[in-house]
């Protein structure tokens, strides 16, 4: 008898990637057999990470044991209905922090489930990590502050290389 292989896509930035963005690569894991995480980048614009170094951190923070089952690949430019055709993904999941991630997904997987009939799955975030965005952790760290266990130590130490902390206080 022929299996189905059921795979998702995880979408994003990843600049950098967060305790946020792999708790929910995580139990993405558990409801699909394989999961794609889609670095997806605009080539017109420059981030805080070169993308192939986003993609390093992603793969240096999984769990060892979810490696065979996560991959990471990154798409430029690509609408990511394409991205979920190309890879055989038949849905995409995301993470909800709070009303403000709500109400900028659900435009986004209306429009991806008008385009393709892709479905969008919601995933409620972890309370203790709702306040954690790669934009926040970036800032915070910026400026001096302490964002330990808001990020993996890989991209802490790699946070710290390219911007040391404090290095924009005045
Ligand atoms: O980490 P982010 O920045 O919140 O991720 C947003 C992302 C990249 C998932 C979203 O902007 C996206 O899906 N971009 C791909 C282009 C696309 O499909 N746009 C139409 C969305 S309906």
New binding site residues.
Partial sequence: MRTLTRRCVC?????PVTHG?LDVVERAATLFDEVVV?V???PAKNGTFEVPRRIELIHASLPEELRDRVRVEA?A???????CRDVGATA?V?GLRGGTDFA??M??????KH?TGVETVFLPGDPTLEHVS?SLVKEVHRYGGDITGMVPDVVLAALEELEPRGSAAG
């Fill in positions: 979408p994003g930035s990843f600049d963005h889609a997806l980048h605009n798409f430019g690509r609408l990511l209905v394409d991205v995409i995301k900028y997904e435009p986004m997987a209306r429009m991806n385009l790669s």
